[in-house]
């Protein structure tokens, strides 16, 4: 058992952490602010090779794997989460990797890579978010084509998306809920698609989040990704790929804290010593230091485990809720630390504070990630 990073591993973070470094401290607070995406900065960390490393080097990616994106995402969520979301702007081409036919892949895939493109996932509705089997948008076949309607909500980048990969009823007189279901790519300049940016997000607030309305919006068949009917079964292996990302920004967020408060209590001083003279200050500093070892470890084994073909949906499930648990927790005692301070914008802990909690809700909501966990320990 082998728990060092490779040498390429090392570049990669060293890389991603020099890009972030570089590219997102000086202007985060103004795009928080203004609720902006970076999309110079997106084009940046495309031609740098930083978005969708897990695509194989035949589709223009680094044939890397999910492990070194995750790894990706927690060095730019270490600077800073909102523009660190940029990197979702390859989200769907999990599914088309997995389930999509060889001119679907050459077609959607090397864009993302290249910066040409934006690809979205749309599975969450007003109505449905962690009950995915209640998701009520329609995709009809009527010849060649798939008339779609409905609507969609909180989708990341769904307003700059050229393609948006879209969990639809393909049958709706079907009751079994595994079998309602397809996956289908629709492209972003067809009528009748319409994408409105939700604004005052609590974080991630350089990150654009969305409503999609779809009013008979035709698509061909072709644009089916895998199987129909089993879209399901396809939405749950996409997201033991994606809430990989989410424990790399949990633990992203978690890490930027982290320095932040450490970089505090060396320097404020209070009854004639620092911060960290103090042993109610060190004992908090340990064990946000121990979480945060913690939780890096979970993921990097569920991910490694993932890039060799061996899912454990229990251990993705248990990273999942753990790292974000640990951004909440972690951010919440930096903040503490850095008392009033830590409570004005001038300190970039405020907006670290702000957006950790999403990761405990997107991708899985953590009481949905503990009830996956009970039911692989107990059965179904």
Same mark, same amino acid.
């Given at each position: ?241 994606? !809430?990989? /990302?989410?424990?790399?920004?949990? @633990?992203?967020?978690?890490? $930027? %804290?982290? =320095?932040?408060?450490?970089?505090? &209590? ?84 405020? !907006?670290? /504070?702000?957006?950790?909690?999403? @990761?405990?809700?997107?991708? $899985? %909501?953590? =009481?949905?990630?503990?009830?996956? &966990? ?7």
């Amino acid at each position: 058992m082998d728990f060092t990073l490779s040498k390429e591993q090392e570049d990669i973070q060293q890389a991603a952490r020099e890009f972030a470094v570089g590219e997102f401290k000086d202007v985060a607070g103004e795009l928080d602010e203004k609720e902006e995406f970076p999309k110079d900065i997106w084009k940046k960390a495309c031609d740098l090779g930083f978005l969708g490393v897990f695509i194989p080097e035949e589709y223009e990616g680094a044939g890397f794997g999910f492990l070194e994106q995750a790894m990706i995402h927690e060095e730019f969520w270490r600077v800073d989460p909102g523009i660190g979301c940029l990197l979702l702007a390859t989200f769907g081409s999990e599914s088309v990797l997995m389930y999509g036919t060889e001119e679907q892949k050459k077609k959607y895939l090397p864009p993302l890579v290249k910066g040409e493109a934006i690809m979205a996932t749309a599975i969450t509705e007003p109505d449905a978010g962690s009950d995915v089997a209640s998701v009520a948008t329609t995709a009809i076949k009527t010849g060649d084509e798939y008339v779609i309607n409905g609507t969609k909500m909180f989708i990341t980048h769904g307003d700059y998306a050229d393609y948006i990969v879209v969990l639809c009823v393909t049958d709706p007189e079907e009751k079994n809920y595994k079998k309602r279901f397809s996956m289908i790519m629709v492209e972003t300049d067809t009528p009748g698609f319409e994408a409105t940016k939700i604004t005052g997000k609590m974080g991630i607030r350089a990150s654009n989040t969305t409503e999609l309305s779809f009013v008979d919006v035709k698509v061909p068949v072709k644009n089916l990704i895998g199987v129909e009917g089993q879209g399901f079964s396809q939405v749950m292996e996409h997201f033991n790929r994606t !809430r990989l /990302y989410a424990c790399g920004q949990g @633990v992203g967020v978690s890490q $930027g %804290a982290f =320095d932040m408060a450490v970089a505090h &209590i060396t320097k404020r001083v209070a009854f004639g010593q620092t911060l960290s003279k103090f042993q109610g200050i060190q004992l908090r500093i340990a064990e946000m230091a121990s979480r945060i070892e913690l939780a890096r470890n979970m993921y990097y084994k569920a991910a490694w485990l993932a890039d060799n073909g061996k899912i454990d949906h229990k251990l993705v499930s248990i990273a999942k809720w753990y790292c974000g648990e640990t951004g909440v927790r972690v951010t919440d005692e930096a903040l503490q630390m850095h008392g009033g301070y830590g409570y004005i914008k001038e300190y970039d802990v405020e !907006r670290f /504070y702000r957006a950790a909690k999403v @990761v405990e809700i997107y991708e $899985g %909501a953590k =009481d949905i990630e503990k009830l996956i &966990i009970a039911r692989e320990i107990l059965g179904r």
